[in-house]
């Protein structure tokens, strides 16, 4: 819960317990006045300040009623009044459950010395189709974020939204869950380190890009992403559109996920992961283009900060094995690394050349798959053929971690 929330629910559990003692029989207390009039002024600030959200909604009515029974006592109570009172107290347990149950979480302070900002923006690549969409005739387009180092000496500016289009996008969402249009208000309140187009900060940063999970979306790892550019990299995400869980575009077009972009179990899997993977992949070689262009733009807000021969490439899940493929196949890429990777949609080919590439695999406990593990451990032979002692130390493996990126 936020400080203003906590406090409110505090004064209002206070007030409940309160109702225990002795009731005043004509004058209200003044203790509860105050505590009442206490209670009113924080629930105003908490409005202002931190926005209400339904999962205090009952606490608000509660606090009401309570303060209403304080403030026009009703002298001494029978048994249905004590009934009553045990009811609210009950209530007041329940009540306050909702907003544990639904927290408005926020992202860890990055550790770096810059501040971040970031930048969305959106492509259309008109050499390839958008193979999963409803009209095969359409170029394939997607959306892309970019946090990077900004100038400390700037305006800060408007925090970005962690999902974009705010209140429109969570209930679309939400519809698209089965779930009432509400529930999921609250993710709009979540605030992000990020500010919208702020200045760049001197100097050209090393370039990541990253592709996230299947059915997840591009700001998975927002916290990751916003801790390197802390640290003085320039990080590009991406959604994957229809393999993406949602795909929100500026204008509030929102494009949700494609479950036919993989089907099956064993050959028929496999097929569908490397047509993924294909396609996946070449989001990620037309990005490196664009950026490539963006150095060379006057116009462009990154124009001159993008250190091209320093970029890597880096995935969770499905996007890790994308991220293989593409660092075995494209020269611009000059590292790689795998966050519990899957290499369904990597090439049998691609496992056995290996790669000249330095590239390591970070691993969850609690999500190895024998014939997935298996691939690694053949492409790490691969990697250690090309790159010999110089990498000696190739994946790690993380105890009591899974294989989910909530933030």
Request: overall charge negative; some cysteine; proline content about 7%.
């Amino acid at each position: 819960m936020r400080i203003l929330e906590t406090i409110f629910t505090v004064v209002t559990v206070i007030l409940m317990i309160g109702l225990f003692l002795p009731a005043p029989v004509r004058n209200p207390s003044r203790p509860a006045v105050f505590l009442a009039s206490a209670g009113l002024i924080i629930l105003i600030l908490h409005f202002a300040v931190e926005q209400y959200r339904w999962q205090m909604v009952p606490l608000y009515i509660l606090f009401v009623i309570i303060s209403l029974i304080w403030l026009f006592p009703m002298g001494d109570r029978g048994w249905l009044g004590w009934v009553g009172i045990s009811l609210l107290a009950l209530l007041t347990v329940l009540f306050i459950l909702p907003p544990f149950l639904f927290p408005i979480r926020h992202f860890p302070t990055p550790t770096g010395n810059y501040p971040v900002g970031t930048l969305s923006e959106v492509w259309t690549d008109t050499e390839r189709k958008e193979i999963y969409g409803d009209d095969p005739a359409q170029s394939r387009t997607f959306v892309t974020q970019t946090w990077y180092p900004a100038d400390p000496n700037s305006p800060a500016g408007e925090r970005a939204e962690y999902i974009p289009t705010g209140r429109k996008a969570s209930r679309s969402i939400a519809g698209r869950l089965g779930l009432p249009f509400f529930v999921l208000d609250h993710v709009d309140l979540i605030q992000t380190n990020s500010f919208v187009n702020r200045s760049p900060a001197d100097g050209q940063f090393p370039i990541l890009i990253f592709s996230h999970g299947y059915n997840s979306f591009r700001g998975q790892s927002t916290t990751i992403m916003e801790d390197l550019a802390s640290h003085g990299y320039i990080v590009v995400s991406m959604s994957h559109s229809y393999g993406s869980a949602v795909t929100i575009f500026p204008d509030g077009r929102i494009v949700f996920h494609n479950p036919d972009t993989l089907i099956g179990t064993g050959e028929v899997l496999r097929e569908t992961g490397l047509k993924l993977g294909d396609q996946w992949g070449g989001d990620i070689k037309f990005i490196i283009d664009q950026l490539e262009a963006q150095q060379i733009d006057a116009t462009h807000l990154l124009n001159g900060r993008l250190d091209l021969e320093n970029l890597g490439v880096f995935g969770h899940s499905t996007g890790g094995g994308v991220a293989l493929n593409v660092c075995a196949q494209d020269s611009r890429c000059k590292a790689t690394m795998g966050l519990d990777a899957w290499l369904g949609p990597t090439p049998d080919d691609v496992i056995a050349a290996g790669s000249p590439t330095p590239t390591y695999f970070l691993m969850s406990e609690f999500w190895p798959k024998t014939i997935n593990t298996n691939r690694i451990r053949e492409y790490d032979k691969t990697l250690q053929a090309h790159l010999g002692q110089q990498w000696p130390t190739r994946d790690t493996m993380i105890s009591q971690t899974s294989h989910f990126y909530p933030h």
